[in-house]
Each structure stands twice: as structure tokens, then as C-alpha cells.
Nanobody, 115 residues
């Protein structure tokens, strides 16, 4: 049973920083691409960043230069360093992974950026 568990969400001020982390567990996972998605309040989930198993990242234009995605294949983790936060970054962040050939999601972690 594969599980993706996020942590690190919370409250930040405009211009502040948060670091999200996601740990994948359940047997020995075979993990390809991983990433983070953002669901603003009342809106649909949208891609924030992806990272391949080899560590090649891709970012949504609105977070380029502010967010950094990384992964540790030995620890089965993926992280999202969020700097220079803006109010529009508020919402639920979901960890994504192609795990054992299955599209998998975490439960989400809330990020709130106050203005």
C-alpha cells in the first residue's frame, strides 16, 4: 500500500518562506516523476512543479525564481522550497508521484499566505 504524506504547510506572511516535504512509503516504491500541485480556494488543482527521477525540474511560470523542487531518491522524498510567498500561493498543496506505475496523490497540506 503506497502512501504519500506531506508536511510543512502552515501560515506565512507575504515575502516569507515555507518548505513542503513529501515522503513516500509502503514497500519499496519504484518512483518515476514526482511533483507538487496547488489547489487555490474554490478552484481546480494546477501543476506547480515536476521533477524527474534524474532530478530535472520543470516549473509553472508563476513560481519560477521563487520555488525550488528537489528530491532524494535514497529517502523517497520530494520537497518544495517556497520563497517570496504571495497571497495567490494560498491553497492546498498536493504531492504527486508516479509510483509503481500508478498516479498517486498525498492528502494535501494547507498553505496560507497573509497579506
Amino acid at each position: 500500500q503506497v502512501q504519500l504524506v506531506e508536511s510543512g504547510g502552515g501560515l506565512a506572511q507575504v515575502g516569507g518562506s515555507l518548505r513542503l516535504s513529501c515522503t513516500i512509503s509502503g514497500g519499496i516504491p519504484n518512483i518515476a516523476t514526482m511533483g507538487w500541485f496547488h489547489q487555490p480556494p474554490g478552484e481546480q488543482r494546477e501543476l506547480v512543479a515536476l521533477i524527474t527521477r534524474g532530478g530535472i525540474p520543470n516549473y509553472r511560470d508563476s513560481v519560477k525564481g521563487r520555488f525550488t523542487i528537489s528530491r532524494d531518491n535514497a529517502k523517497n522524498t520530494v520537497s518544495l522550497q517556497m520563497d517570496n510567498l504571495k497571497p495567490e500561493d494560498t491553497g492546498i498543496y498536493y504531492c504527486y508521484g508516479l509510483v509503481n506505475g500508478v498516479t498517486s496523490w498525498g492528502q494535501g497540506t494547507q498553505v496560507t499566505v497573509s497579506s
